[in-house]
């Protein structure tokens, strides 16, 4: 059974930091495409980045330069370390893993993150 958890996330103050992590079991850890997305209240879930099976990181423009994307391949884990925190970050952060060959998808179940200006 394939398990995304995810952690890290919490109130923080504009201009702050937090570092969320998503821990995964069940599955290939190495073969997957990991992504964060996210969903404000009142909004559909977006792509924040993501990070490739061979360490590729793609990010969407609102995050670039201030979120960094990283995997522990040992340690079946992603995290997103995330600086100069908006309020437009506020938001419920949720873990996706993508196989690489076969495309089967799995979802963390979400952490909030409340950025207060």
């Known amino acids: 059974q394939v398990r995304l958890v995810e952690s890290g996330g919490g109130l923080v103050q504009a201009g702050g930091s937090l570092r969320l992590s998503c821990a995964a079991s069940g599955l290939t850890f190495s073969t997957y495409t990991m992504s964060w997305f996210r969903q404000a209240p009142g909004k559909e879930r977006e792509f924040a980045a993501a990070i490739t099976s061979g360490g590729r990181t793609d990010y969407v423009n609102s995050v670039r330069g201030r979120f960094t994307i990283s995997r522990n391949n040992g340690k079946n884990t992603v995290d997103l370390q995330m600086n100069s925190l908006k309020s437009e970050d506020t938001a419920v952060y949720y873990c996706?893993?993508?196989?690489?060959?076969?495309?089967?998808?799995?979802w963390g179940q979400g952490t909030q993150v409340t950025v207060s200006s």
């Open positions: 996706k893993a993508r196989n690489d060959y076969f495309g089967d998808e799995y």
